[in-house]
T-cell receptor, first 115, second 115 residues
Framework: DGGITQSPKYLFRKEGQNVTLSCEQNLNHDAMYWYRQDPGQGLRLIYY???????QKGDIAEGYSVSREKKESFPLTVTSAQKNPTAFYLC??????????????FGPGTRLTVT | AQTVTQSQPEMSVQEAETVTLSCTYD???????LFWYKQPPSRQMILVIRQEAYKQQNATENRFSVNFQKAAKSFSLKISDSQLGDTAMYFCAFEKVQGAQKLVFGQGTRLTINP
């Protein structure tokens, strides 16, 4: 089955530690995205990548980093510089600009708790 | 910059009733897409319906339909014959056609369908 996987579902870290969230897709999509969701708020874009080896900052990139070395993978690192990292993180993908299809498909998410 | 506003934080209706969720947006773009996403308690984001701004006809998907008013920048979602499984957070989202494919989300409406 094609889809997006995020692991783990729940992640716990101590303050001051970096942590990497995994996102893998087998949909052959060019574009991938990371969103953050806080209680009572909509999703906010952290980083996005429209093609391998290229990515851009979203609206709330501070304290986060990403890489896009493979088409299928777009890991997100939450660094110790992120002041309030506890949140629900969602990864998404889409076919890409040239396809004319603008729908984004979402993974199941990772709940990160930092204490 | 685009903004999306959902003015109803919570709504509650009885099963089989019809309910309408409101969404307004602000943009200077002439061509764009609008989406309604559903997030049930599992937190998996699911696309409910999409509307291309250049189409005058309102989109429909089974029990779900939209009322798209481009001049008023309004995009409401109507759910007919509501079912218990419709209980979820509903997010309205905007995406430009030109440039990077980035979704801008509203704050969400928590919809509860009561038996």
């Amino acid at each position: 089955d094609g889809g997006i996987t995020q692991s783990p579902k729940y992640l716990f870290r101590k303050e001051g530690q970096n942590v990497t969230l995994s996102c893998e897709q087998n949909l052959n999509h060019d574009a991938m995205y990371w969103y953050r969701q806080d209680p009572g708020q909509g999703l906010r874009l952290i980083y996005y990548s429209q093609i391998v080896n290229d990515f851009q900052k979203g609206d709330i990139a501070e304290g986060y980093s990403v890489s896009r070395e493979k088409k299928e993978s777009f890991p997100l690192t939450v660094t110790s510089a992120q002041k309030n990292p506890t949140a629900f993180y969602l990864c998404a993908s889409s076919i890409g600009l040239l396809a004319g299809n603008y729908e984004q498909y979402f993974g199941p998410g990772t709940r990160l708790t930092v204490t | 910059a685009q903004t999306v506003t959902q003015s109803q934080p919570e709504m509650s209706v009885q099963e089989a009733e019809t309910v309408t969720l409101s969404c307004t947006y602000d943009t200077s773009e002439s061509n764009y897409y609008l989406f309604w996403y559903k997030q049930p308690p599992s937190r998996q984001m699911i696309l409910v319906i999409r509307q291309e701004a250049y189409k005058q006809q309102n989109a429909t998907e089974n029990r779900f339909s939209v009322n798209f008013q481009k001049a008023a920048k309004s995009f409401s979602l109507k759910i007919s014959d509501s079912q218990l499984g419709d209980t979820a957070m509903y997010f309205c989202a905007f995406e430009k056609v030109q440039g990077a494919q980035k979704l801008v989300f509203g704050q969400g409406t928590r919809l509860t369908i009561n038996p």
